[in-house]
């Protein structure tokens, strides 16, 4: 049987690419990519003439079958990001858990990412973290994995896209409220920029800009102790509506969160105070 190479490759200087990456990605059969002008970009800049192959989200699921029995044959393939780690918030997972249940040999050949680039220069604890991907494009959803990361003790990392980004601040700021947070944008890259305060003082940087561009990487500083919320039900519930959450979406939260069945915060919520 061959083997199957994770190789990670530069996510913006292309000198970010380790000896040993150049000489596998020369040397294997094939390469599978997700998209094979980017890869042949990095690949002409070090003189690699090995095929591409195209593998991608939309594609994974039937190329995991055809790479998979390649290796079956003996042939020796390396599967590439656009930038940085693969299976790191791109595909991959299918065709390397595919190749461990046939036997098949996986080696990776480690390198840049994103997420530990911006850990490193964050400034923020780096002995525990959570790596939650590309945060929610919903906000509902968004909102709700925020606030189950509320008491997490570790920093926490996620990826942004920069239409999102505001939006994104926002929501961290009403689930996680003032705590430091760092975020990175182009890293590696010409126009790299680390910007570091709270959520709504990066959030106001942003939008004073013309135009956002590039990709993000948002830290959050862990939980200084697990926070016990007195806020009273219908103010937590007015709290998260406030932030565009949906109102019977808050409720459930709330209710959640303290344990509460939703009839109980809905009444409370409904039912005026007497004065």
Not at 87 to 110: F, N, Q, T, W
Not at 144 to 155: G, I, K, P, V
């Amino acid at each position: 049987m061959g083997c199957l190479y994770i190789v990670s490759t530069p996510i913006g200087n292309l000198e970010d690419i380790t000896y040993r990456a150049v000489r596998i990605l020369k040397e294997a059969d094939w390469i599978a990519c997700e998209d094979t002008r980017t890869t042949r970009r990095l690949l002409d800049h070090y003189g690699i003439q090995t095929r591409l192959v195209s593998y991608h989200e939309h594609n994974e699921l039937e190329r995991s079958e055809e790479l998979i029995e390649r290796l079956r044959q003996g042939e020796t393939g390396a599967l590439v990001s656009d930038a940085g780690t693969p299976l790191l918030s791109d595909p991959g997972y299918r065709v390397v858990r595919g190749a461990v249940k046939e036997g098949i040999r996986v080696e990776a050949i480690p390198g840049p990412s994103a997420l530990l680039a911006g850990l490193v220069v964050s400034g923020l604890p780096t002995d525990q973290f959570h790596f939650g991907g590309f945060l929610p494009a919903k906000q509902g959803q968004r909102m709700r994995l925020l606030e189950s990361l509320r008491d997490e003790q570790a920093t926490l990392i996620f990826y942004e896209a920069p239409h999102r980004i505001l939006e994104s601040l926002d929501d961290i700021a009403a689930a996680l409220g003032g705590r430091e947070i760092v975020v990175a944008r182009e890293l590696t890259k010409m126009h790299e920029e680390v910007l570091r305060g709270t959520p709504a003082t990066i959030r106001n940087n942003l939008a004073e800009r013309d135009m956002i561009r590039g990709e993000f990487v948002i830290l959050v500083a862990k939980a200084s102790e697990p926070v016990q919320d007195t806020t009273p039900p219908e103010e937590a519930v007015a709290l998260l509506v406030s932030a565009g959450v949906d109102r019977m979406e808050a409720m459930k939260t709330v209710a959640r969160e303290r344990g509460l069945s939703k009839r109980d915060v809905y009444k409370l919520v409904s039912v005026p105070k007497s004065r």
